[in-house]
């Protein structure tokens, strides 16, 4: 069963950092675009930033420039690292897989378990 293991997250004023990182199989990491997408109360899906095989990222105007999803490839983990964060940024953050190699933003078929990121203003 395919598993994406998620940790980090938490609470932080806003202009702060966070960071999220998400353990995939060698398989998992290596063959798929591999993601973030973020869930607040009320609101709809939003697909945050995605990187493919080659290490190409895509993100969300929301976040560009303040947002960095990389890939650590020694331990087959994802890192969204979070700057200057803002009270809209609160939600819950999923790191996703997607369909193949190539990054389509929050078109992911398979999912970890969630992390809080709460921002105070």
């Known amino acids: 069963q395919e598993q994406l293991v998620q940790s980090g997250g938490g609470s932080v004023q806003a202009g702060g950092s966070l960071s999220l990182s998400c353990l995939a199989s060698?398989?998992?990491?290596?063959?798929?675009?591999m993601g973030w997408f973020r869930q607040a109360p009320g609101k709809e899906r939003e697909g945050v930033a995605g990187?493919?095989?080659?290490?190409?990222?895509i993100y969300a105007s929301s976040v560009e420039g303040r947002f960095t999803v990389s890939k650590d490839n020694a331990n087959n983990t994802l890192v969204l690292q979070m700057n200057s964060l803002k009270p809209e940024d609160t939600a819950m953050y999923y790191c996703?897989?997607?369909?193949?190699?190539?990054?389509?933003?929050?078109?992911?078929?398979?999912w970890g378990q969630g992390t809080q990121v709460t921002v105070a203003s």
């Open positions: 996703a897989a997607g369909y193949n190699g190539y990054c389509v933003l929050d078109q992911f078929r398979t």
């Open positions: 060698e398989y998992t990491y290596s063959t798929y675009c």
């Open positions: 990187i493919d095989r080659r290490g190409r990222a």
